[in-house]
C-alpha cells in the first residue's frame, strides 16, 4: 500500500533498503510532518556515527529528519543486530554464496587498515567489521548445521523485533520506519498504526 501524503495520523512504514535514494525521497514525501519518528537504529547512534559506523539508510534518513526537526527516537538493540548480521553471513557460506576461504581473506585485508595512525572512521569500521567475520567464523567452527543457523537467525529477529515493539509501545512515536520484514510482523501488534510498505524505485 503506498499514498504520496499521510494524513496526520500514527504511521508504521516498511522499507525495502534496495535503492536508498529513491527509496529515501519516497518516505520523506510520505510523511506528513510528524514530531517523532522512531527508525531502525541503535541507541548510541550518534556516537557510534562519530566512528564512522553508519547504517546508510537510516542514517541518511535522521539526517533528513532531523533538518525537519522531527525527534529520533531509536528503536534498534545493537548486539542482536550484529548478531543477526553474523548469522546471515554464516548462512550465506552454508548455502554457497560465499566461502570461508573468501570471510578469511576478507580479515586479513581488513586488518591491514588496524592501526592507531589511521582516522577514527576508517580504523573503528575496520574494527567493528573484523570483529563481525571472526563471529561467523565462530559460528562456523562450532559445528553448526544451515538448519541451525536458520533456526538461531529466526530466533534473534524475534528478540530484535520484541525489543522494536517494546520501545515503539513505550515512546509511542508519530512515524515507525523500519524494514518490511519487520513492519510485517508488527504491525498486527500496533493497531493505532497505519502500516505502509515503501516501494524502493
Known amino acids: 500500500m503506498y499514498c504520496s501524503k499521510l494524513s496526520n495520523v500514527k504511521q508504521l512504514i516498511g522499507v525495502q533498503h534496495v535503492n536508498e535514494e529513491n527509496e529515501l525521497e519516497n518516505v520523506l514525501a510520505m510523511l506528513d510532518f510528524p514530531r517523532t519518528a522512531g527508525l531502525e537504529l541503535p541507541e548510541d547512534y550518534k556516537e557510534k556515527e562519530s566512528l ?7 542514517t541518511k534518513l535522521t539526517h533528513c529528519l532531523h533538518k525537519r526537526k522531527v525527534d529520533v527516537i531509536p528503536l534498534e538493540n545493537w548486539s542482536l543486530s550484529d548478531r543477526f548480521y553474523s548469522l546471515s553471513y554464516a548462512k550465506r557460506i552454508l548455502v554457497g554464496e560465499h566461502t570461508r576461504e573468501k570471510l578469511e581473506r576478507e580479515i586479513q585485508s581488513l586488518e591491514n587498515f ?27 567452527n562450532s559445528g553448526v548445521t544451515l538448519t541451525d543457523v536458520i533456526s538461531k537467525w529466526d530466533d534473534i529477529n524475534v528478540q530484535r523485533e520484541a525489543y522494536m515493539l517494546g520501545k515503539i509501545m513505550s515512546c509511542k512515536p508519530d512515524v515507525v520506519i523500519i524494514g518490511n520484514m519487520h513492519a510485517k510482523k508488527l504491525h498486527h501488534r500496533l493497531p493505532e498504526y497505519t502500516y505502509l510498505s515503501s516501494p524502493a524505485l
Open 52 to 58: 564512522g559506523l553508519v547504517l546508510f539508510f537510516f
Open 114 to 140: 588496524i592501526s592507531p595512525y589511521n582516522p577514527p572512521e576508517i580504523l573503528y569500521p575496520a574494527m567493528h567489521r573484523v570483529q563481525r567475520c571472526r563471529d561467523v567464523l565462530s559460528i562456523l
